[in-house]
């Protein structure tokens, strides 16, 4: 069974940092897209981070560009988000997601159930 777990959410001050991780496992991810979204209460679920099979091609959306960091292990099949200067408008659930073909923004093909991010002012 394919699954996606994150970790790493929790309450942080503004102007803090917190650091994702998300473990998947079933299969291989090694070759995959992997993608972190968040859904803040009453939105929808946007874009945050991408990264491609090699580690050698980011995408990040303009909010979060120069402040969170994608990263991923191939062999462990992990991915991490490393979040500085946390704003209160960052929280969010987050969600990691994997998608076998494309550095995208949209269209993956599993998700995890989220972990919960508060950035209090």
């Known amino acids: 069974q394919v699954q996606l777990v994150e970790s790493g959410g929790g309450l942080v001050q503004a102007g803090g940092s917190l650091r994702l991780s998300c473990t998947a496992s079933?299969?291989?991810?090694?070759?995959?897209?992997m993608g972190w979204f968040r859904q803040a209460p009453g939105k929808e679920r946007e874009f945050v981070a991408a990264?491609?099979?090699?580690?050698?091609?980011?995408d990040y959306a303009d909010s979060v560009k120069g402040r969170f960091t994608i990263s991923r292990e191939r062999a462990a099949n992990m991915v991490y988000l490393q979040m500085n200067s946390l704003k209160p408008e960052d929280t969010a659930v987050y969600y990691c997601?994997?998608?076998?073909?494309?550095?995208?923004?949209?269209?993956?093909?599993?998700w995890g159930q989220g972990t919960q991010v508060t950035v209090s002012s």
């Open positions: 997601a994997a998608n076998k073909w494309f550095l995208r923004r949209s269209d993956y093909d599993y």
């Open positions: 079933g299969r291989s991810f090694s070759n995959y897209v």
């Open positions: 990264i491609n099979w090699s580690g050698g091609s980011t």
